[in-house]
Each structure stands twice: as C-alpha cells, then as structure tokens.
C-alpha cells in the first residue's frame, strides 16, 4: 500500500484526508453523465478517497498553488471535451475521466481505467503517476511528470 511523504500526509490531513475516508460521488457521477463525458470505476474509487479536498501547497519556484479534486469544478477546465478527444488515444484502454485541477496555471487531471493519474491541458499531455495516491503526492511535491506523446504509426 502507498505511504504518503510526512509533508504530503500533513497537507492532506489538514484539508480533511484521512485513511479509510469515503465520500458519495453519486454528484460527480450524474454532473459527468448529464456532460456526457466519460465515468470509470477507477475516478470513482480515487474521488471516493479524494474528492472535495483541496489544498495549497510550495511548488519548486517557491510560489503558491493548489490542486484540488471535484469532477464537478474540473469539468468546467477550457476546452475539456477537446482534451478528451486529443489525449484519450494516447492510454491504453483509450478512456481518460476528470478528477481533478492542479496548479494555476491550470493543469486537468484525468485518471484512466487502470487507475494511472495524468495531467493535461491545451499544450502538452503527461503521465503523472500509476496510481491516483502516488500522482496526488507527485503534484504536491512538484515532481517533474512523463511527456505521453503521440504513438508512433
């Protein structure tokens, strides 16, 4: 089972994460339905453990930002269906769901079937961990994330 870092475990408790936490997704499900855009078992279970936190946290320039996981507001990210449709061909099983927003900038956060965690947005499309705890910590801490491109033919 992941561990997080003592410094992403601080962050996560102080914005309402604790081990064993389930909430009702039952709003993001319908929100994703009624936008008809994709919904995975795997967003699911993440956004059960993760959804409705948000937190701030020091990025490696020193400045302030966030991330935060509500399918609900990320679905409102600028041109998400284009993302969808641009960046879905490039996992496996085809399939990306929001989650999820991180930074200012702002970066999209999409989960596949499998459960991996990417980050997206009109410039550029990145794998950031295999799973949603492990990518959770890898924002937190400003880790550098894995370019997808698009699949040679």
């Not at 099983?93 to 079937?113: E, F, I, W």
């Not at 924002?139 to 040679?152: G, K, N, R």
Request: negative net charge; contains cysteine; charged residues 20%.
């Amino acid at each position: 089972m992941f561990v997080f870092c003592d410094e992403v475990y601080h962050l996560l408790t102080d914005a309402g994460w604790y081990q064993g936490r389930v909430v009702d997704t039952q709003h993001y499900r319908q929100h994703a339905l009624q936008l008809e855009l994709p919904w995975l078992p795997a967003a699911e279970a993440f956004l059960q453990e993760f959804g409705g936190l948000y937190c701030f946290f020091v990025r490696q320039d020193h400045s302030i930002s966030r991330v935060f996981f509500d399918a609900t507001r990320a679905a409102a990210f600028p041109d998400l269906p284009q993302l969808l449709r641009e960046y879905s061909p490039r996992v496996p099983q085809q399939t990306l769901c929001v989650v999820g927003q991180a930074y200012t900038d702002p970066l999209c956060l999409l989960m596949d079937a499998e459960g991996t965690l990417y980050g997206a947005f009109a410039g550029g499309f990145y794998r950031i961990a295999a799973s949603g705890r492990a990518g959770v910590e890898a924002v937190i801490l400003d880790l550098l994330f894995e370019e997808v491109l698009v699949p040679a033919q």
